[in-house]
């Protein structure tokens, strides 16, 4: 029963730092937006494309950093371990 917990421990421990480590993109806007998302892959990629809702937030995305666009032509490289809102259809990145 010991070797379960800790096993349940490790698990939660490794999805905390996983999450840590990743992107979070969150809509301050009153209104939608389409949002952008190409990898960092070092070859022609094709962009993940969401809709992002007011006080929504797009988690656990761009790992290894990406290239973030809205449909009104915004960008901001993100390297992955840090927290981005959209406001006034800008991007404002998070202290």
């Not at 301050?28 to 992002?52: A, K, M, N, R």
């Not at 290894?64 to 981005?84: H, M, P, Q, T």
């Amino acid at each position: 029963m010991k070797f379960g917990l800790g096993l349940l421990c490790c698990a939660h421990v490794i999805s905390w730092v996983n999450a840590a480590t990743a992107l979070t993109l969150v809509n301050d806007d009153p209104f939608p937006h389409e949002i952008q998302i190409f990898l960092e892959t070092g070859s022609i990629s094709v962009p993940d494309v969401y809709s992002l809702e007011p006080a929504h937030a797009l988690e656990e995305i761009c790992e290894d950093g990406c290239k973030v666009f809205l449909g009104n032509g915004e960008s901001i490289e993100a390297v992955g371990n840090e927290e981005i809102s959209i406001f006034n259809g800008a991007f404002v990145r998070i202290e």
